[in-house]
């Protein structure tokens, strides 16, 4: 090969490579910044005053008489409202029925948006949900109930050509002429006057129990549980991928029996992680009865199983990766071949064998599928540690998918979905960090 055609073809895939740097480094970008932008809503945003009454008491958090102030005069804002209201309940008794009836129908909705926006009127029972015991309690969700309040969608199929277009009608034409009608310029002029919308850091997100499904508090119960799945899962893989990788270099020989084993080890590294799930459900649980029903126990194994192929591979090439002088210096001086293992080989691999456990516990981390069906649950206190033998906890991952799929108020919630999201991606970075740090610390002291 000509010296020109050679350093052209180093130029073109130095190119591809740096261009191909770029495209990840985009990508990333396009995945971290709105999980950050929208998580970081979870922690900080503007509450209002009926985040400050909520606080004050259900976790008797606050400064009673400056909130007891800010409650009287946002009640005494909110009093117009309620009087509009029962003076047109009063004016729409001597309409005709069908008008009257028209009249109660629009109102019904009218209060209902109200009812959502500032919580229940005055003299209405006391709801036993806590989401129906006080109005909007962040100002981000309280300006859409504002606009619910204001308006109205209707479905505009004028132009037959087209399909139907969605618009907004302002709900004040509805009361034209009414006694009602000053009700919308009040709302849209005095709302964030009533609710009062101040900046709240809720750095208490990551520590309190969630309440209401997760309409209040925080994510605890979540953080701790996918905490002992992760843990759990390194606990029983490494020891056993280790041990794995070490028979396979320096005890298998070469026959049929190894071959086939190998070949399944890197089966088992492609296998869908559902499959993992459903194992350990008819294994753990079923077969074995490592629980009565779900645990973290069982979640842990499961998990193990899923990323022991990882595990063994990367200690497997970590342990090939030492120089064959370093084993051969240690038989000469008469040392044992497990004690060279020991003492020599593994020291010498260690930071190939935390590079594989690093990835491994990523993976363990974000796993959705296979604790469904071992581990996880939809709701649940903070376990002890003991109770980890036994009991099912709620984790990041499955809640994250149950709450975008499942949840009965999925828009109510977005920033819990994405406070969810950011903080798994963060406890993986540490975790990952971590290993990565230690590992950094061990070359280094190995080097000398």
């Known amino acids: 090969m000509k010296l020109s055609t050679r350093k052209l073809l180093d130029k073109s895939f130095t190119g591809y490579g740096i261009f191909a740097i770029i495209l990840m480094a985009c990508a990333l970008l396009l995945i971290i910044v709105p999980i950050a932008t929208k ?264 998990l193990a199983l899923l990323i022991l192929p990882t595990v063994i591979r990367a200690s497997e090439e970590a342990i090939r990766a030492v120089p064959k002088t370093y084993k051969e210096a240690a038989l000469s001086l008469g040392a044992g071949k497990w004690h060279t293992v020991l003492t020599v080989i593994l020291p010498a691999a260690l930071p190939g064998i935390l590079t594989g456990i690093v990835i491994s516990m990523g993976r363990a981390a974000g796993e959705t599928a296979p604790i469904i069906f071992t581990a996880a649950v939809s709701v649940g206190k903070p376990l002890h540690f003991w109770e980890t033998l036994s009991q099912p906890t709620p984790a990041l991952p499955w809640n994250i998918y149950n709450l975008c799929t499942e949840h009965e108020a999925v828009d109510e919630i977005r920033h819990v979905q994405y406070g969810m999201v950011l903080t798994l991606v963060a406890l993986v970075l540490i975790l990952n960090l971590a290993a990565i740090i230690l590992r950094a610390r061990i070359s280094k002291k190995l080097k000398g």
Request: proline share 4%; with cysteine; glycine share 8%.
């Open 39 to 302: 998580g970081i809503q979870a922690f900080i945003f503007r509450g209002t005053i009926e985040y400050r009454k909520l606080r004050l008491e259900k976790f008797e958090e606050g400064n009673l008489k400056k909130v007891n102030a800010e409650l009287k005069g946002s009640q005494e804002l909110r009093k117009p409202i309620y009087d509009m209201i029962d003076q047109f309940e009063k004016d729409i008794r001597e309409l005709e029925y069908e008008e009257r009836r028209e009249y109660r129908k629009e109102l019904r909705e009218v209060k209902k948006s109200l009812k959502e926006l500032f919580g229940p009127a005055p003299g209405d029972h006391q709801p036993v949900l806590w989401r129906e015991q006080y109005g909007q309690t962040r100002w981000d969700r309280a300006k859409i109930k504002i606009d619910q309040v204001l308006f109205f969608e209707e479905w505009d199929y004028s132009n037959p050509d087209k399909m139907g277009v969605k618009v907004l009608v302002d709900r004040k034409s509805l009361f034209k002429g009414t006694s009602l009608e000053p009700l919308f310029a009040y709302v849209e002029k005095h709302a964030q006057s009533i609710l009062q919308p101040k900046l709240v850091f809720y750095w208490r997100f990551l520590f309190d129990e969630s309440f209401d499904a997760h309409f209040f508090g925080g994510i605890w119960p979540e953080v701790l549980g996918t905490l002992y799945l992760t843990l759990g899962a390194m606990f029983f893989a490494i020891p056993m991928g280790i041990i794995a990788a070490i028979y396979l270099t320096e005890y298998a020989g070469r026959g049929l029996f190894i071959s086939l084993l190998r070949s399944c080890i890197s089966t088992l590294a492609g296998v869908p992680s559902i499959v993992f799930g459903l194992f350990g459900l008819a294994f753990f649980i079923n077969s074995v009865k490592v629980s009565e029903s779900k645990s973290v126990l069982a979640g842990s194994l499961t």
